[in-house]
């Protein structure tokens, strides 16, 4: 529920995606225009060397799938072995079999010899197949109570590169601050493409979030080296964010929320809610703005030619290209509206929500789209669907249902 209602809210930021191509499990999204990378700020979270091994330790599995619809991928089987190293150390090791390919291999190769030492034997040659296996090694020491840093390192058998990661979190009473260096980092574009680039760093400071007030974000980032297709299924060109060269960004942002009405009604004594997140029926509306400012150094100076440029609806710009040096800003604005009834404590039908919200995105656009639009009604001339586009907010609309304590529907439509 918590991660719901966070996710919902990245209608302005480039958010993290889970993907199962990597035993690191994360990958960046390819940069787009100003906006800022969320995922970073995001703090300490669950790696997924941990996750399987909790998966291990309380739901009894042995091997934790996963699945990946990419021929070289496909279905693999995961095991993690944790230890720990007094109470501020602990170190995790986490294997891979493609048990897919495995199979594939076994049927391509066949099992066809008569005796059974020759079977046993063709049925280890198969497993002697580095393809099929992936290892990977992950850190975390706790060096104080507001410092943390993560390790990790994963090889496969495909005699690819191996990944390696350091991560740096520390909190601030009122600030987060990351420090990441990836090689190679992996990210992925709009279309799922999958992008290597040899060397990936990044610092980025962020205040802690909070329902209502100012909050503020900086972020640097530095790419070197010639990205390359994860996969080497490349259907496009390079994008030019990913290119080598820093890109500075900020943002500031003001929230505000209005509690229209809450219930006062008194909870289940001795019943925890299922969500604390959820846990007061209520109706409320909340109301954003803030700005955003990006500066690229190098040759991604070319991430402030917006896709929208040939008609016209684009951000403010400065170009310098003798020195390959780039300025975006722009402004951004959302409204949202929430109404909830229930508490969600009891085991069935005790939660129900609704939530709308739309989001302006872009406000130089929506600037110039007002501005063709009224042109073209002064000039008594059909108004251009482009125009109509760029002054319509996208549009957001989630309906959730509790069915009973363990299962909740949601409904969610993109406008």
Not at 27 to 38: E, Y
Not at 70 to 87: D, M, V
Not at 169 to 184: D, I, R, W
Not at 276 to 286: G, K, Q
Request: charged share 15%.
């Amino acid at each position: 529920m918590k991660k719901l209602r966070w996710a919902m809210d990245g209608g302005f930021w480039d958010l993290d995606m889970s993907t199962p191509r990597t035993l690191d499990g994360l990958a960046r999204p390819v940069p787009a225009g100003p906006l800022l990378p969320l995922g970073l700020s995001r703090g300490t979270r669950l790696s997924r060397p941990k996750q399987i091994d909790f998966m291990q330790r309380f739901m009894w599995a042995p091997f934790v799938p996963s699945y990946a619809a990419h021929p070289a991928h496909g279905f693999s089987l995961q095991r993690a072995i944790t230890h720990p190293f007094g109470e501020n150390l602990f170190a995790t090791l986490l294997g891979q079999f493609n048990l897919q390919k495995f199979v594939s291999s076994v049927k391509e190769g066949g099992l066809t010899q008569p005796s059974e030492s020759s079977w046993l034997q063709s049925f280890g040659r198969h497993l002697r197949n580095k393809s099929l296996y992936a290892l990977g090694f992950c850190s975390e020491l706790l060096l104080t109570p507001d410092d943390t840093v993560l390790v990790s390192i994963e090889a496969s058998g495909d005699k690819k590169k191996p990944r390696k990661k350091a991560v740096l979190h520390h909190k601030f009473p009122q600030h987060n601050l990351t420090v990441e260096a990836v090689s190679p980092g992996l990210f992925v574009d709009k279309s799922g493409t999958y992008w290597d680039v040899p060397l990936s760093m990044a610092i980025d400071l962020a205040s802690v979030a909070s329902d209502s007030g100012t909050s503020y974000h900086l972020s640097m980032h530095h790419n070197s080296g010639s990205p390359k297709p994860f996969d080497g299924d490349q259907t496009h060109g390079v994008p030019a964010t990913l290119l080598p060269g820093l890109c500075v960004k900020s943002a500031f942002s003001f929230k505000k929320n209005i509690d229209i009405w809450i219930s006062k009604a008194q909870k289940l004594k001795m019943v925890q809610p299922y969500d604390m997140f959820l846990s007061n029926p209520h109706i409320s509306a909340s109301g954003t703005i803030g700005a955003v400012a990006s500066v690229s150094v190098g040759d991604n100076y070319v991430m402030s030619q917006v896709e929208d440029e040939s008609q016209g609806y684009k951000g403010f710009s400065l170009h310098a290209l003798r020195g390959k040096t780039a300025f975006l800003a722009d402004i951004f604005g959302s409204v949202s509206f929430t109404a909830q009834h229930g508490n969600f404590q009891r085991l069935f039908l005790d939660l129900t929500r609704l939530y709308a919200r739309l989001d302006f995105p872009s406000g130089s656009k929506f600037l110039s789209g007002t501005t063709r639009l009224a042109q073209d009604l002064y000039n008594s001339q059909q108004p251009s669907l482009e125009a109509v586009q760029a002054i319509c907010p996208n549009a957001t609309l989630s309906l959730q249902q509790q069915v009973t304590a363990f299962l909740s529907c949601v409904f969610l439509q993109n406008i």
